[in-house]
């Protein structure tokens, strides 16, 4: 609705991080809005006036100028911090704060299959970080370790059979007794939500 069409290579993007969203939309704000106005109070500049009009006609948007304080509004409502917008190299960025996969807790749901498939081949006998890899079915290493391995790790469901040496070639990782009891329930209790830390 707010996308700038005149030039043909221009899009919408949504790009997700560790730890926030962003949605990067083709096109500065309208003549006269900055911002700053986005996060409060401000009049609509309707830059696709039919295209705005149909979203109404189907009550996605109620009255002109709040949708960037209803999103605000509902960011509050779930505790987290509201987006930031931004004017970035052609682009509208409204960046959205929230950890995807929070340093110290299980990733998403601790009852995911990916979680139950490491604990499950970790029971049977200390794995190595390439076999618990590939039982999970995650092709990127970087993204296994950090938002699955080191929480599993630091919530002590699992433990590394040689923790003097972190990063031995040797090393391997194994089911704890927290690890087994959450495996036989399926993946343990859901985490509570995080919380905003910024």
Not at 35 to 62: K, M
Request: hydrophobic letters at 35%; a positive charge.
């Amino acid at each position: 609705m707010h996308r700038d069409y005149s030039y043909y290579g221009g899009h919408v993007a949504i790009v997700v991080f560790d730890d926030r969203v962003e949605i990067r939309s083709y096109g500065r704000l309208p003549a006269g809005v900055t911002v700053e106005q986005l996060s409060g109070p401000h009049l609509s500049e309707l830059r696709n006036p039919f295209i705005a009009e149909a979203f109404h006609r189907t009550g996605a948007v109620e009255v002109w100028g709040r949708g960037t304080n209803r999103v605000i509004a509902e960011c509050k409502k779930h505790g987290i911090p509201p987006p930031a917008f931004e004017e970035r190299q052609g682009f509208v960025v409204v960046t959205f704060r929230a950890e995807i996969a929070p340093s110290g807790t299980v990733p998403q749901e601790t009852g995911t299959p990916q979680v139950v498939a490491v604990l499950a081949a970790a029971s049977r006998e200390p794995q190595a970080r390439e076999q618990l890899q590939s039982a999970a079915a995650i092709k990127d290493r970087e993204h296994f370790r950090k938002a699955y391995l080191e929480p599993l790790l630091s919530v002590g469901w699992l433990e590394r059979t040689i923790p003097d040496k972190p990063r031995s070639r040797l090393q391997k990782y194994r089911l704890t007794d927290a690890g087994r009891q959450a495996l036989g329930q399926g993946g343990g209790p859901k985490p509570s939500r995080p919380r905003s830390r910024r």
